[in-house]
């Protein structure tokens, strides 16, 4: 290769290099700022395909989506000096471009990090002016928005950054304090399984007594029902038999005479001593009954 072909090579060559340099391309989803030399050129380059100076320029690009700083479990009092252990994170996005690479220098962990050390803050001052019950579940909600928008215009002052969310994951208590916490709820909860228990006994007898009440009614009632059926029973018994004897007395005398001996003998050990001439056996001397 003659010395012309090598001295067009490396011209192309070098060509490339300063073009692939004086290029750079800003995704949406990304914000950017430009350094001459090490000094603030060009903030918030928008979104597309730009040109800088090979060498002199350099282009420093961040993320514009919206990011989690996750802060790390802080001890809290409250207003009852009730220690709790919360853990919180907060939802942001970058805003100003100057303040935010003037304030972290384009790295992201700074950001977090002094985002949950002002979250910290934040809730340290929250927690304090409330009750456990408060910060728990009672003005849970109204104190998470209070400090998202009071963070949110300290952020954009210092760093540059939009605060949009500020939540809190779990909130515990402090395992000595876990304990005897849950000692009192089960002494609770026994108190109230006891009361329960015994509303349940009362409840019972009160059942009780009424259902003893209802059967004792019925009892009587099928008591008096089955005596009326009983007399009444025994009344027509008494006039089919009144009946009968009116209209053949002898007939009806030795039906009964049978009977009675019937039931008198029915034992063979009945043993009885009697005059022979007793109206008893008159029976005994004839179906007529001669005396």
Known sequence: MSSKGTLGLIVLGLALIVGSSSVFIINQFERAVVLRFGALYNVDVEPGLHFKIPFADQVRKFDARVLTADARPESFFTIENKRLIVDSYAKWRIVDVRTYYEATGGDESVADSRLATRIADGLRNEFGRRTLHEVVSGERDALMDDLTESLDVLARDLLGVEVIDIRVKRID?????????????????????????????????????????QRAVLEANAYRDAERIRGDGDARAAAIFADVFQGDPEFYAFVRS?????????????????????DFLRFFKGSQGER
Do not use: W
């Open 258 to 278: 049978l009977s009675a001996y019937r039931n008198t003998f029915s034992s063979k050990n009945d043993m009885m001593v009697i005059d022979p001439s007793s």
């Open 173 to 213: 208590l402090p395992t000595d304090v876990s304990e005897s916490v849950f000692e009192r709820m089960a002494a609770d909860r026994e108190k109230e399984a006891s009361e329960h228990r015994a509303i349940g006994r009362e409840q019972a007898e009160v059942i009780r007594a009424d259902a003893d009440r």
